[in-house]
């Protein structure tokens, strides 16, 4: 039986946040924005969600290799799963280092690192289609023949890792530094200064960067994000924005030996028609500003409250779907999608969103309907029905406050 170990840390994960979002509220020290922290979370939770439509035929694709053409029947022993922890994290190291230097590979990979704070927050910040090719990486595991349930076991383990190194309260680990990935090495991967970038690939192990050489030691302060700031709460957009600006670059290069490179080439590369490589520019310390529009208390609050909805509604998926049928599933996953689309939209006060929220508020009434016959939902669906025309009415009455918002620039 496969055991999504991902799906079960989640209430763990929000337990270290709120404990860090504790120490930071404490200690004054300004690590968490509201707006940013829900962009992130939102992205986590598109993450889970559409990564339920690819997780079963990326295991098979796995599973199959290892079945008809593994090169070995290896025993389960501790030396085993030691050797495949290794090898994981090798592969791994690999995988993430070929998705910063290959524009089609970085262009899923990007949303990870849009966030301009650093916090456990940004930890869950993944990309919704990056487990659509990371998993051919970890093919030669198959035909070496690592089981699939020990692979699928340590890997998740290797992405579990990783949610701690997320974050600015923890300053050095001492000589540990030398041999694991620690928030040091990681809050240096995730600077958009020129020395920091492509830096530390790392997933457990530092060694392979400093194998590979791509070691970078945190020096100066660390000015976070992408050097083209998202500018945007919008969770689909974030997905998206990179393969635009590709298509964009292809379509004005002439030959087709360009157009090919454009998606080839590592983040930076141009046709020489368009200027050619261009590197990353140097902070602006003196005019570096935050992408942060203002908001009302009531708005917040209303985001606040939706996002709780999508989260819930997120979290039931995940652990429900196995008992569901694929219209429901669809269903679930297109409302709890489209809620954290409202929130974004919502955090950059756009002027579509007050019929685009009407409309889905309204919707989601029919959605309950497609549960009806869903004994656990049953006893739910007058909850959600009452939740859904508070929230109709609540945003009707948003309105007013909307008005007086500080405008941004739309995306």
């Given at each position: 039986m496969k055991v999504d170990y991902i799906a079960l840390s989640i209430p763990i994960f929000f337990i270290l946040i709120g404990i860090e979002l504790g120490y930071d509220f404490y200690?004054?020290?300004?690590?968490?924005?509201?707006?940013?922290?829900?962009?992130?979370?939102?992205?986590?939770?598109?993450?889970q969600?559409?990564?339920?439509?690819?997780?079963?035929?990326?295991?098979?694709?796995?599973?199959?290799?290892?079945?008809?053409?593994?090169?070995?029947?290896?025993?389960?022993?501790?030396?085993?799963?030691?050797?495949?922890?290794?090898?994981?994290d090798f592969f791994y190291y690999w995988f993430h280092r070929m998705s910063h230097q290959i524009n089609a590979l970085w262009a899923a990979h990007i949303v990870h690192h849009q966030s301009e704070e650093y916090?456990?927050?940004?930890?869950?910040?993944?990309?919704?289609?990056?487990?659509?090719?990371?998993w051919l990486?970890?093919?030669?595991?198959?035909?070496?023949?690592?089981?699939?349930?020990?692979f699928v076991t340590l890997s998740a383990f290797n992405t579990l890792y990783q949610f701690w190194i997320h974050t600015r309260t923890?300053?050095?680990?001492?000589?540990?530094?030398?041999?694991?990935?620690?928030?040091?090495?990681?809050?240096?991967?995730?600077?958009t200064n020129p020395k920091y970038i492509d830096k530390n690939h790392a997933g457990s192990l530092i060694i392979w960067d400093k194998m590979f050489g791509t070691?970078?030691?945190?020096?100066?302060?660390?000015?976070?994000?992408?050097?083209?700031?998202?500018?945007?709460?919008?969770?689909?957009?974030?997905?998206i924005h990179y393969w635009a600006e590709l298509w964009n670059t292809a379509a004005k290069s002439d030959t087709i030996a360009d157009k090919i490179k454009v998606f080839i080439k590592p983040p930076g590369w141009f046709p020489s028609k368009l200027g050619g490589f261009k590197p990353a520019p140097e902070i602006d310390i003196f005019n570096y500003k935050?992408?942060?529009?203002?908001?009302?208390?009531?708005?917040?609050?209303?985001?606040?409250?939706?996002?709780?909805?999508?989260?819930?509604?997120?979290?039931?998926?995940?652990?429900?779907?196995?008992?569901?049928?694929m219209t429901p599933i669809i269903c679930a996953a297109t409302f709890t999608i489209l809620t954290l689309l409202t929130c974004g939209a919502l955090l950059e006060n756009k002027t579509w969103v007050k019929h685009f929220e009407f409309a889905r508020l309204i919707l989601s009434f029919f959605a309950l309907y497609l549960f009806k016959d869903i004994t656990i939902f049953n006893t739910l669906t007058i909850s959600v029905l009452i939740i859904q025309i508070s929230s109709l009415i609540w945003f009707f009455y948003l309105q007013n406050s909307l008005l007086h918002v500080q405008k941004t620039p739309s995306v």
């Open positions: 200690k004054k020290l300004k690590y968490y924005r509201f707006n940013d922290s829900i962009s992130n979370l939102s992205q986590g939770i598109g993450s969600i559409t990564g339920l439509f690819m997780k079963t035929a990326l295991f098979f694709g796995y599973k199959y290799i290892f079945e008809n053409w593994r090169f070995f029947d290896l025993p389960d022993t501790i030396w085993t799963w030691i050797i495949l922890f290794i090898g994981v916090n456990l927050t940004v930890a869950l910040r993944q990309s919704w289609f990056q487990s659509w090719f990371s990486f970890y093919l030669p595991l198959a035909l070496v023949g690592f089981d699939p349930l020990m923890i300053k050095s680990m001492g000589f540990l530094e030398h041999i694991i990935n620690t928030p040091s090495h990681h809050r240096v991967h995730h600077g070691f970078q030691k945190e020096e100066e302060e660390v000015y976070y994000g992408i050097t083209t700031p998202l500018a945007s709460w919008n969770p689909v957009w974030a997905n935050k992408f942060d529009p203002n908001y009302s208390k009531g708005l917040i609050l209303y985001v606040l409250f939706q996002f709780i909805i999508a989260l819930a509604a997120g979290s039931a998926l995940l652990f429900l779907y196995p008992k569901l049928e």
